[in-house]
């Protein structure tokens, strides 16, 4: 079982930036896709964005294209959110999330979890 770990939350004003990272523990030889996923309060958790592989396949959910950007490690095994012009809307606990098919993490139903990290936009 891959453990995941996300770290990079906190509090930020509109229009800042943030960057989370997630590494991916025990994950062996097998390759993962990555991707996040958020949920704030009272609302369901949302896709975000997700990532095949380094240079590879990628998507975004509507609300976020253009602001933020997934991206991989060299080894594959960390996944990265740059969020750029952060909105109170983007306010959330985030979460990491992966699975050895690349469409269960676009449909959010990837097999494994992170705990969450929390975002917080002020306006």
């Known amino acids: 079982q891959i453990r995941l770990a996300e770290s990079g939350g906190g509090l930020v004003q509109t229009g800042g930036s943030l960057r989370l990272s997630c590494e991916a523990f025990?994950?062996?030889?097998?390759?993962?896709?990555m991707g996040w996923f958020r949920q704030a309060p009272g609302k369901e958790r949302e896709f975000v964005a997700s990532?095949?592989?380094?240079?590879?396949?990628?998507d975004y959910a509507d609300s976020v294209k253009g602001r933020f950007e997934i991206s991989r490690g060299n080894n594959e095994k960390t996944v990265y959110l740059q969020m750029d012009s952060l909105e109170p809307e983007d306010s959330a606990t985030y979460y990491c999330?992966?699975?050895?098919?690349?469409?269960?993490?676009?449909?959010?139903?990837?097999?494994?979890w992170g705990q969450g990290i929390q975002v917080t936009v002020s306006s």
């Open positions: 999330a992966a699975d050895q098919i690349y469409y269960k993490v676009k449909v959010s139903e990837p097999r494994h």
């Open positions: 025990d994950t062996g030889s097998t390759h993962y896709a």
């Open positions: 990532n095949w592989r380094s240079g590879g396949l990628t």
